[in-house]
């Protein structure tokens, strides 16, 4: 019995698995600072968007490729963006903005009480 297990599935189980260990980590975080928002929540969101987004542009390029979700540009039979993973990063962006909003909006309640 032969295993193979392919460099692009390998690499789309390492960013899942990297992504529920920084979201546990964050989860810690707010539950010892007690606070909601912080620049950690800030810099882990916006640093999964951008991973989500480098794997959506890499992993269509590695020589094991199969097509698991849908495409989201393509040219030709060149497959530019796989749409499931850049839209989860394009979300994640979105997402650290928004709150980046919250955070600003937070620390400003914070100095107004002192």
Not at 6 to 19: G, H, M, Q, R
Not at 75 to 98: M, R
């Amino acid at each position: 019995m032969t295993w193979k297990y392919s460099v692009s599935l390998f690499l789309k189980d390492v960013v899942l698995e990297l992504t529920f260990v920084i979201l546990f980590l964050v989860v810690l975080v707010i539950l010892c600072t007690q606070k909601p928002f912080s620049k950690i929540l800030l810099r882990c969101s916006t640093g999964l968007g951008i991973l989500y987004i480098d794997t959506a542009i890499i992993v269509p390029r590695l020589p094991d490729f199969e097509l698991q979700t849908f495409i989201l540009v393509g040219i030709n039979d060149v497959i530019i963006f796989e749409g499931f993973y850049f839209i989860i990063g394009l979300v994640l962006i979105i997402f650290s903005v928004l709150m980046k909003a919250g955070f600003d909006y937070q620390t400003q309640l914070e100095d107004e009480m002192l």
